[in-house]
């Protein structure tokens, strides 16, 4: 098995047994997740959500190098304990996750590229499902690649944002998952309209529920979350 990454992306909001807690035991919850986050040894990110979205809170992205399918396994018994230890204050709204794997349309690696564990991010973090056509699959490689190079020619004049795709097809309801991360939302919104005029959005079936989320210090953000 090639080596590749497997990223998650949990979305996840407070309970309301949690929103009943006084503000002391709130923070008590705060500083075992924040010892959690410290501890282990997935690369993982907290971030805000709310109020970008209404249902979602936090998010938090964990990713790991998997080598072989064992690792696999590993990897999602690691991510189901950490997770499953807070669940009566953090309940899962959403799960996102795939694979990467060399691009079918781009030669080489794009400087562009999401690296998930250089532990350098960006302020903010855009995430959503994708899903092509059956019509897509059906077109010939030529004409495929013809409409992906004007997707790509778009992407490279935006050269402060930054992708990582994932792919899950079979595994999850989307195809892929589309990860940018950008210090500018409104430029990430003018690259959004000017990808949605090329020829290869003729064939996108679905790319939502789409969530965008903030980063900051983990301990900032749970201060965010507690009662007044």
């Known amino acids: 098995m090639t080596e590749r990454i497997l990223s998650h992306f949990c979305f996840l909001r407070f309970t309301p047994d949690y929103w009943n807690l006084p503000s002391n035991e709130q923070k008590n919850w705060h500083q075992q997740i924040l010892v959690a986050l410290s501890e282990s040894?997935?690369?993982?990110?907290?971030?805000q959500v709310f109020p970008a979205a209404a249902d979602v809170d936090v998010l938090v992205w964990s990713s790991?190098?998997?080598g072989d399918n064992a690792e696999i396994d590993v990897y999602?018994?690691?991510?189901?304990?950490?997770?499953?230890r807070f669940r009566s204050v953090l309940e899962p709204v959403s799960v996102?996750?795939?694979?990467?794997?060399?691009?079918?349309?781009a030669r080489g690696k794009s400087s562009q590229e999401i690296e998930p564990f250089d532990g350098q991010r960006e302020p903010y973090l855009v995430v959503y499902?994708?899903?092509k056509t059956a019509a897509w699959y059906q077109l010939g490689r030529d004409t495929r690649q013809g409409m992906m190079n004007e997707h790509i020619r778009i992407?490279?004049?935006?050269k402060e944002i930054k992708q990582l795709l994932?792919?899950?097809?079979?595994?999850q309801d989307q195809e892929f998952v589309v990860i940018y991360e950008m210090g500018d939302l409104p430029q990430f919104s003018a690259l959004v309209t000017e990808l949605r005029g090329s020829e290869a959005r003729r064939y996108t079936e679905r790319d939502t529920p789409l969530y965008t989320a903030i980063y900051?210090?983990?301990?900032e953000i749970l201060a965010l979350f507690e009662a007044a």
């Open 216 to 219: 900051r210090d983990p301990q």
């Open 129 to 131: 499902p994708f899903v």
């Open 166 to 171: 994932l792919y899950s097809s079979g595994l």
């Open 155 to 158: 992407g490279h004049q935006y």
């Open 96 to 105: 996102y996750w795939g694979f990467t794997r060399p691009s079918d349309y």
């Open 64 to 66: 790991m190098l998997i």
């Open 76 to 84: 999602f018994d690691k991510t189901a304990r950490f997770f499953n």
């Open 41 to 47: 040894d997935l690369a993982q990110t907290l971030y």
